[in-house]
């Protein structure tokens, strides 16, 4: 299957700062690539799909402004949380579609 | 809509026992069901999956078996050993995208 590498595994901040987190395909290019949150002892949520090249998909009620996703390679997506607050710490979770769903480690955003 | 169910939400074995998940789904468009185990700050992993063109498919201990009719399909984990304990996903194909069952707490005793 895909490997997927996700960084970092765990960041805190401030709230009003910005956190990047970087998702990439080691072993498949990606044209695509998901973003998924969860909450603690909830399911999977997709938030948007990143598209190489071109603007990613957002699902119903994720705000693009809010969570910036960049698809800038084959190999490489990032997901930056603008202006984060308590509200938006989650886990963080991006995968790869080859043939089946691969799912990088994932990221625990703490905003304080 | 799309919506997969599953359950129960918490399972509890005693280590050796059998462990059985049940999901079911919404559209039967869908053709395409991969089981996912979460251990604790790790991402989902794919342990098996299988397509609706077969029954049941198996890989050491565990197996899943569909029924496309009644759209449900189950997650089967026999011997089960205390490493199994984790949340366990199910999930639909609906070719945009996948969604996801509310997930199985497994836990086995020692």
């Known amino acids: 299957g895909a490997v997927v590498s996700q960084h970092p595994s765990r960041v805190i901040c401030k709230s009003g700062t910005s956190v990047k987190i970087e998702c990439r395909s080691l072993?498949?290019?990606?044209?695509?690539m998901f973003w998924y949150r969860q909450f603690p002892k909830q399911s999977l949520m997709l938030m948007a799909t990143?598209?190489?090249?071109?603007?990613?998909?957002?699902e119903q009620g994720v705000e693009k402004d809010k969570f910036l996703i960049n698809h800038a390679s084959l190999t490489l997506s990032t997901l930056t949380v603008t202006s984060a607050h308590p509200e938006d710490s989650s886990f963080y979770i991006c995968?790869?579609?080859?043939?089946?769903?691969?799912f990088g480690s994932g990221t625990q955003l703490s905003v304080l | 809509g799309e919506n997969v169910e599953q359950h129960p939400s918490t399972l509890s074995v005693q280590e050796g026992d059998s462990a059985v998940i049940k999901c079911t789904y919404s559209?039967?468009?869908?053709?395409?069901f991969p089981w996912y185990k979460q251990e604790l700050g790790k991402g989902p992993q794919l342990i098996i999956d299988i397509r609706s063109n077969v029954g049941e498919k198996k890989d050491q201990r565990i197996a899943v078996t569909l029924n496309k009719t009644a759209k449900h399909f189950s997650l089967h984990i026999t011997e089960t050993q205390p490493e199994d304990s984790a949340v366990y996903f199910c999930a639909a194909d609906y070719g945009q995208n996948f969604v996801f069952g509310p997930g199985t707490r497994l836990s086995v005793l020692p």
């Open positions: 995968s790869v579609r080859a043939g089946k769903l691969f």
């Open positions: 990143s598209n190489e090249g071109s603007k990613a998909t957002y």
């Open positions: 559209d039967s468009a869908s053709n395409y």
């Open positions: 072993d498949f290019q990606a044209t695509t």
